[in-house]
């Protein structure tokens, strides 16, 4: 892994696995949908800790050189010549760590509205009728409110993320994000693509927005959630209706809170 690394993260459903597969139409970049190497990341660092009865024996110098190791070691294999972007939501959380590891790396965050986040979800479920979905631990019961309760709650798949992307946007090391915005990257992902460019410092490649390549199908089959990376072949954005009951939409509505330029004191690129 000479070449560097950035990392993908903000919100889930809101266009980064389609970014994955717009970067990695350059030979020179390696992206990919969210894979192993953040859990593998998180658990390391808590076996670092006073969990471990043994972590007396470990410094922080110690502790930066293993943690490194994770990325050297995955990526030596995949491709150790390539800038990687690395994806997950949780990266957001873990800057602190993260950063005195790759000082020079970026974030690159693909952000949406949480009310079309929540209809995405139960889109794809209603679609899915007959596959439970481990989303919900495949459970059969509930209705689209509990399922938005559980997705927007403080542990949930939106609601972790987006308050992780809070604590970074606000924090210390926001001058590392890029937000990317769900509607740029469907509507205008040139421009979208552009922006990354300049903010990683890497040469413009010409990417083809009408031949996107990717396939998840065997992962997202095993969580019972077919098409849940699935990624259409040229890069548009479908109006559609939600389909989620108007309070539950209007509840998530007023969440987008990178689109409020008074909140953001720090000058966060937003594009």
């Known amino acids: 892994m000479d070449k560097g690394v950035h990392f993908i993260s903000g919100l889930p459903r809101?266009?980064?696995?389609?970014?994955?597969?717009?970067?990695?139409?350059?030979?020179?970049?390696?992206?990919?949908?969210?894979?192993?190497?953040?859990?593998?990341y998180a658990n390391m660092l808590a076996e670092l800790s006073g969990r471990n009865?043994?972590?007396?024996?470990?410094?922080?110098?110690?502790?930066?050189?293993?943690?490194?190791?994770?990325?050297?070691?995955?990526?030596a294999k995949i491709h150790p010549?390539?800038?990687?972007f690395d994806t997950s939501r949780t990266w957001t959380s873990k800057l602190p760590s993260l950063l005195r590891l790759f000082p020079k790396s970026k974030v690159i965050c693909t952000v949406r509205q949480v009310s079309w986040i929540?209809?995405?979800v139960e889109r794809l479920l209603q679609k899915n009728a007959f596959?439970?979905?481990?989303?919900?631990?495949?459970?059969?019961?509930?209705?689209?409110?509990?399922?938005?309760?559980?997705?927007?709650?403080?542990?949930?798949?939106?609601?972790?993320?987006?308050?992780?992307?809070?604590?970074?946007?606000?924090?210390?090391?926001?001058?590392?994000?890029?937000?990317?915005?769900?509607?740029?990257?469907s509507r205008r992902p040139g421009k979208a693509l552009a922006a990354i460019y300049d903010f990683i410092g890497e040469p413009p490649f010409e990417h083809d927005f009408e031949n996107v390549e990717y396939d998840a199908d065997e992962f997202d089959a095993r969580l019972g959630t077919p098409g849940l990376h699935r990624v259409q072949r040229k890069v548009q954005q479908i109006e559609r209706q939600t389909v989620?009951?108007?309070?539950?939409?209007?509840?998530?509505?007023?969440?987008?809170?990178?689109?409020?330029p008074s909140v953001n004191r720090k000058n966060v690129r937003i594009v």
Not at 60 to 65: G, I, M, N, S, T
Not at 149 to 164: D, K, V
Not at 169 to 177: A, P, V
């Open 81 to 84: 010549h390539k800038v990687v």
């Open 118 to 120: 929540v209809d995405s």
């Open 244 to 260: 989620l009951p108007p309070d539950i939409f209007e509840k998530n509505a007023n969440t987008a809170f990178w689109a409020d």
């Open 14 to 40: 809101s266009g980064s696995t389609l970014l994955a597969a717009l970067l990695r139409q350059n030979p020179l970049f390696h992206a990919n949908m969210s894979g192993p190497v953040a859990s593998i």
């Open 131 to 185: 596959q439970p979905s481990k989303i919900f631990g495949f459970e059969t019961g509930g209705t689209v409110y509990s399922r938005s309760e559980a997705l927007t709650g403080p542990g949930g798949m939106i609601g972790f993320p987006y308050n992780a992307l809070r604590e970074a946007f606000f924090g210390e090391y926001s001058d590392h994000l890029l937000l990317i915005t769900y509607d740029t990257l």
């Open 53 to 75: 009865e043994f972590h007396v024996f470990i410094d922080d110098d110690q502790r930066k050189a293993l943690l490194k190791s994770i990325f050297d070691n995955y990526y």
